[in-house]
């Protein structure tokens, strides 16, 4: 593979806009700049995975840029509940990191060697409240474990620079917060803070988040709101969030009538629509969302920023207009783009569906495909992107299904079901991806067991539906591949078809290592009696058809027990011209004894069907047949 071609996607959000959630990101911008709003909390809401950070940080993106006429200045904070330390409260941590926002800007704009004022002065003291809060936090926490906290714990919590001390400092200070409030609003509305427009704090990861810091950030979120110039955005899944505001704020009456009250709303909601007054719902990925974000994603690794620019520019005016992504390529002159077209419009019907618009394991199905292809690269599997694209959706979005072609492959009967499975799905046996399924004469594969000849086969509406989409495969080796996805789902390969008492003698049959094939004496293979002799014959032809790695292995055994029962000669030849002829080995061909008519007419057979290059298979070909004729 190309370094190009397996180079992964990082999962962490980005400020490109490849889903274009511009039109949302402006949208709560407005509402934060809403003078008729103020304050204000909005929250964006959507699944995990759905783009909420992208979201927050185009909206970060947009407010960071000032208009040179004004000196007004919108503050953003940025903050994560997720990642807060357990050890101090929410509360204390959220306020700190918005009064360590506002300090900063506050030294931004005091010139140097200033005086600390008066409004230096009230900052000092409210983090001395939050210093004080977080040392009771430690003090708690320590008390669990029978420990007192130490004097380092709290001088550390507590600050005592005198540089930043105020007349007022001296004076007792409350521990609680019930006026911090007051004094934060007397803060922001100083005449050194008055250049302040808004100070807009984005929220992210919420709904990752326990119970008790759900509502500890809430009820910070609730103490800022009595305050001018505050906004909040919070980005989370609302139903998780209400979740675990459950939690805190269990039903009463779980919807049903109490007396003569009837609860029409849980308090978990009212609570929650009593913080965030808007939510913006983040839309999941419609089929262009998806179709494009695969393209735009593909081309991102192999262009710039500024290069990959129009292309989401073009996405955004063809979605507007309703338009098709074949036309993209049009839209934007200079890069040829027609690989990541066609394997977008092949991967999203199917991704659209059962990755159910999600971004993120949109991403991540893109990772896992990168990944298996070097990995089977690395192992000689040499497989086209778009076979092992195919091949990926089965595994990871129809597990049912893969298990069910696995089951193919350990009974030998891959290459039948495939056949006749495309031709269920309406997929034509020349398919113009692969070679012909059928051979240059369009003749049909012979069948090779009683089961594949008799059984009728019903597939179920996922496996054809995976069947139709390009390209075919009924004629590409898959064994190896299926073998090394087997590996990493822990499935194991047993042909319960073929009773235990033969396996031991079919793996050392099939093995590639000649000194286990002769583990199996010709004492052995006159023990098995005929009906067994039958078994293994067919279970060798059907490996030998379907595992081209095996096939000279399988096609030795199927002669070694025709030898010692002749009556299962015809049988096996007329198994053996199930073998592609397309795929024969030289060594393949030599092992078949071309003095036997039975045989002969195997080697006939492929003859007729053998391809015209290379002619390394019928130079063999005409090799074993003029030996079998001297003979």
């Known amino acids: 593979m190309s370094d190009e071609s397996s180079r992964l996607w990082s999962d962490e959000p980005t400020r490109l806009d490849l889903l274009s959630f511009d039109a949302v990101a402006k949208t709560v911008v407005q509402a934060v700049l809403d003078d008729a709003l103020d304050p204000v909390t909005v929250g964006i809401s959507g699944a995990w995975g759905s783009g909420k950070t992208t979201v927050l940080r185009l909206i970060e993106d947009a407010l960071a840029p000032q208009p040179p006429e004004t000196d007004a200045t919108v503050l953003v904070i940025s903050t994560d509940p997720w990642r807060y330390d357990p050890g101090v409260g929410a509360k204390e941590t959220l306020i700190s990191e918005v009064l360590a926002a506002v300090a900063a800007e506050l030294t931004r704009r005091e010139e140097p060697g200033q005086t600390p004022s008066r409004t230096r002065a009230l900052l000092t003291r409210l983090r001395q ?145 009593k913080i965030v007054q808007t939510t913006v719902p983040l839309p999941t990925l419609s089929r262009f969302d998806t179709e494009a974000f695969l393209v735009l994603l593909q081309l991102s690794q192999r262009l710039s920023d500024q290069d990959l620019a129009p292309y989401i520019d073009a996405c955004v005016r063809l979605r507007r207009e309703k338009g098709l992504l074949d036309n993209l390529a049009a839209a934007v002159h200079g890069n040829d783009i027609s690989a990541e077209l066609a394997f977008a419009s092949r991967m999203t019907p199917i991704l659209y569906e059962k990755l159910h618009g999600s971004p993120r394991r949109i991403k991540r199905f893109l990772n896992d495909l990168r990944v298996r292809q070097s990995v089977a690269d690395h192992r000689g599997i040499v497989l086209e992107p778009e076979i092992v694209a195919k091949l990926m959706v089965l595994e990871k979005l129809l597990p049912d299904a893969f298990t069910t072609v696995l089951g193919w492959l350990a009974r030998g009967e891959l290459r039948s079901r495939l056949t006749k499975l495309e031709a269920a799905a309406g997929r034509p046996a020349s398919d113009p991806t692969t070679p012909d399924a ?132 015809e049988r096996a030849a007329r198994l053996l011209q199930s073998v592609p002829a397309s795929e024969l080995e030289p060594a393949t061909i030599l092992t078949v004894p071309a003095g036997t008519p039975a045989f002969r007419s195997v080697l006939e057979h492929w003859k007729v069907h053998a391809p015209a290059d290379p002619d390394r298979i019928k130079r063999a070909l005409e090799m074993a047949l003029s030996t079998g004729s001297r003979s």
């Not at 090394?484 to 073929?498: K, M, P």
């Not at 399988?554 to 029962?565: E, L, N, Q």
């Open 129 to 273: 409240r939050v210093d004080w809060a977080k040392a009771l936090q430690v003090a708690a926490r320590t008390s669990l474990t029978l420990q007192l906290p130490s004097a380092d714990d709290l001088t550390s919590l507590v600050n005592t620079d005198p540089d930043t001390q105020d007349a007022d400092a001296t004076q007792p200070l409350s521990r609680g917060l019930e006026e911090f409030r007051t004094e934060f609003s007397t803060l922001i509305e100083s005449p050194e803070l008055s250049h302040l427009r808004r100070v807009v704090v984005l929220v992210d990861d919420l709904d990752r988040c326990l119970p008790d810091t759900v509502v500890d950030t809430l009820e910070t979120i609730r103490l800022f709101l009595a305050v001018p110039k505050m906004a909040f955005v919070v980005a989370a899944d609302e139903h998780r969030v209400a979740d675990a505001l459950r939690v805190r704020f269990p039903d009463p009456g779980n919807g049903q009538q109490v007396g003569s009250e009837r609860y029409t709303e849980e308090p978990a909601s009212l609570y929650l629509h």
């Open 438 to 569: 059928a051979g240059p004469s369009g003749e049909e594969p012979a069948p090779v067991s009683e089961t594949e000849e008799t059984e009728p086969t019903v597939f179920d509406d996922e496996l054809i539906r995976w069947a139709k989409l390009p390209p075919g495969l009924a004629t590409v080796d898959l064994a190896p591949y299926l073998y090394l996805a087997a590996a990493f789902s822990g499935e194991q390969l047993l042909d319960t078809g073929l009773p235990g008492r033969l396996r031991d003698i079919a793996a050392n049959l099939l093995s590639t290592v000649r000194l286990d094939q002769r583990r199996v004496t010709d004492a052995d293979i006159a023990a098995l009696g005929e009906d067994d002799a039958l078994s293994l014959i067919e279970y060798l032809a059907r490996a030998g058809r379907d595992r081209p790695a095996e096939q000279t292995a399988a096609v030795r055994g199927v002669v070694r027990i025709t030898t010692a029962y002749p009556a299962t000669t």
